[in-house]
């Protein structure tokens, strides 16, 4: 028997509460974890909403990752006693996710614990953290050096935006960092940030298709109008990695950025990026990142605790990465 935060549908209303489950209940997979740490993240949020979000079919357990002990396999590649990590695949949406004690999934959506984390620090980082690395990676291919000037970071204060911030002051990058609440000024300078920009100075409709050259490099987690006024602030040649829809799908630009200014605008997506690039990913958040870092971002959270902040992160007031301790 295990716990689990379960989200169930009546009619079109929904919602979440803690069940008790047996074993039986678990989907199919090759290997049985028993989760210890999870995270809450935006689609979470979604998911335990009033709405349902992004759920197909329920009941449903949410949560898009998960961190723990292998319990049983079937697979080749992991026994019992194994640590692992898993991040998408459309877990926590169309297959059961994170929130429960124990979760069974196929051998090849998990990737082993990389040396030098816990499953605690990987949570820590999770999701948003890999998307943050994996648009670091993709921006270094693209050329991006420490010393070409400030690298801006849209969203900071969130999840995706706080670990980026670690990130690239790790890789020895000046980093401007984009948040709407002043209060988090000091946040962000412990996490690295050099510079901090007031979303409202990054907000603003765009007016000219080019401005002054002015960002190296940028992780976008907003998307919507402030990447496209983001388009018209970068240098010659420089790229943007875009992760997030906060802001809207729609992106109110034109081709002057791409075409007068050769800007690349980079799409990462972490849900069905191959094992061999999050392996190379996580290598680099294990080798790279300050994980002393992680604690000033952390916020603490159990099962019983997510609906209440599943609304407040739909509401963007949750500040850093919320860790979910599934067995407290």
Not at 257 to 282: H, K, M, Q, Y
Request: aromatic share 4%; charged share 20%; proline share 5%.
């Amino acid at each position: 028997m295990f716990r689990a935060l379960v989200v169930e549908k009546d009619g079109d209303d929904t919602h979440a509460g803690i069940q008790v489950m047996d074993e039986s209940r678990l989907p199919d997979g090759d290997v049985t974890v028993a989760v210890e740490y999870s995270t809450l993240n935006y689609k979470d949020g979604l998911c335990i909403g009033p709405g349902g979000g992004l759920v197909r079919n329920y009941p449903h357990v949410p949560g898009i990752d998960f961190a723990g002990t292998v319990e049983s396999s079937d697979s080749d590649r992991f026994k019992p006693g194994d640590k692992v990590v898993l991040t998408g695949w459309r877990v926590g949406e169309v297959h059961w996710g994170g929130y429960a004690e124990k979760a069974r999934v196929k051998a090849d959506w998990l990737l082993p614990l990389p040396d030098g984390l816990t499953t605690r620090q990987a949570m820590a980082v999770g999701t948003a953290g890999l998307t943050a690395m994996l648009a670091l990676l993709r921006l270094e291919d693209q050329g991006l050096q420490p010393g070409q000037g400030p690298v801006l970071v849209t969203g900071a204060s969130g999840g995706v935006g706080s670990v980026a911030v670690a990130l690239l002051a790790a890789a020895g990058h000046e980093v401007a960092a984009v948040t709407g609440r002043p209060d988090n000024a000091d946040y962000l300078k412990d996490l690295g940030a050099t510079t901090i920009v007031p979303r409202e100075d990054i907000a603003e409709t765009v007016k000219r298709p080019l401005e002054s050259e002015t960002w190296a490099g940028c992780i976008d987690a907003v998307g919507g109008a402030m990447l496209a006024r983001v388009l018209g602030q970068m240098k010659h040649g420089a790229s943007v990695a875009a992760v997030g829809l906060a802001g809207g799908a729609n992106l109110p630009t034109t081709v002057v950025p791409f075409l007068l200014r050769g800007i690349n605008l980079l799409g990462i997506d972490s849900v069905t990026c191959p094992n061999e690039i999050r392996g190379v990913a996580w290598s680099r958040i294990a080798s790279d990142l300050d994980l002393s870092k992680l604690d000033g971002m952390v916020v603490p959270a159990t099962l019983e605790d997510l609906p209440e902040l599943g609304n407040s992160i739909l509401e963007g007031g949750v500040k850093g990465r919320v860790v979910v301790d599934v067995t407290a």
